[in-house]
Nanobody, 120 residues
């Protein structure tokens, strides 16, 4: 049974940092891209960051988080961690871990999400 389980969400103040974690199990994700998306209140789910398909050196980021978020993964991609720095209230939302097998494929697997709240 494939599972993506997120953890690390919580409440922080503006400007603070949070590190999320995704634990992937049930199949090999070595050749998948592993990513994070978020859904903010009243908005559609959007891409945030990902570790690419071959190895872990290729990283992808939404323009809105470049320079503040850093995503990493172990070689087997069983754990995927975004370090999120200098968070803003507009980044409050539910953050989801997901996996996609091909560069032009669909995000096949999703976690249940973890809540991130940024508020003073």
């Amino acid at each position: 049974q494939v599972q993506l389980v997120e953890s690390g969400g919580g409440s922080v103040q503006p400007g603070e940092s949070l590190r999320l974690s995704c634990a992937a199990s049930g199949r090999s994700f070595t050749n998948f891209a592993m990513g994070w998306h978020r859904q903010r209140p009243g908005k559609e789910r959007e891409f945030v960051a990902a570790v690419g398909w071959r190895g872990t050196s290729r990283k992808y980021y939404a323009d809105s988080v470049k320079g503040r978020f850093t995503v990493s993964a172990d070689n087997a991609k069983t754990t995927v961690n975004p370090q999120m720095d200098n968070l803003t209230p507009e980044e409050t939302g539910v953050y989801y871990c997901a996996a996609v097998p091909f560069e032009d494929g669909e995000w096949d697997y999703w976690g249940q999400g973890t809540q991130v709240t940024v508020s003073s």
